[in-house]
């Protein structure tokens, strides 16, 4: 039986392509997001820095697993939010993570 959510949202773990000197550290975060429609993805653009950010933070519910250089955990806020969605790997890794998703549901049905 197909179950019709309010307001879907789904938790995935979401890999992180970190750049270091001479390749990239995979490193991955909990995220949550709530679906939107095509048609509200589509009116987002995505071919800007500023376009990509309102769109993640639209679908964007919260982040989890996250620590500081210390090995500390981070709490998730609105500010660490938008901190982080300033790094160009931070929000297109995001995104491919929601798109991914969003793929699978797709393909499955």
Known sequence: MFKIAKTPRF???V???????GGFDEQ???ATFEVIT????ASFDTMTAEGLKDLVRKILVRLDDMVDEQDKPLPYSEDLRDQL??????RLGL????QSAMIG???GN
């Open 28 to 30: 991955t975060i909990r």
């Open 15 to 21: 890999p992180i392509k970190v750049p270091v000197d």
């Open 38 to 41: 095509d048609d509200e993805f």
């Open 11 to 13: 938790t995935h773990v």
């Open 105 to 107: 549901a797709k393909a």
């Open 95 to 98: 995104l491919r993570g929601y």
């Open 85 to 90: 969605l300033e790094l160009p790997y931070m």
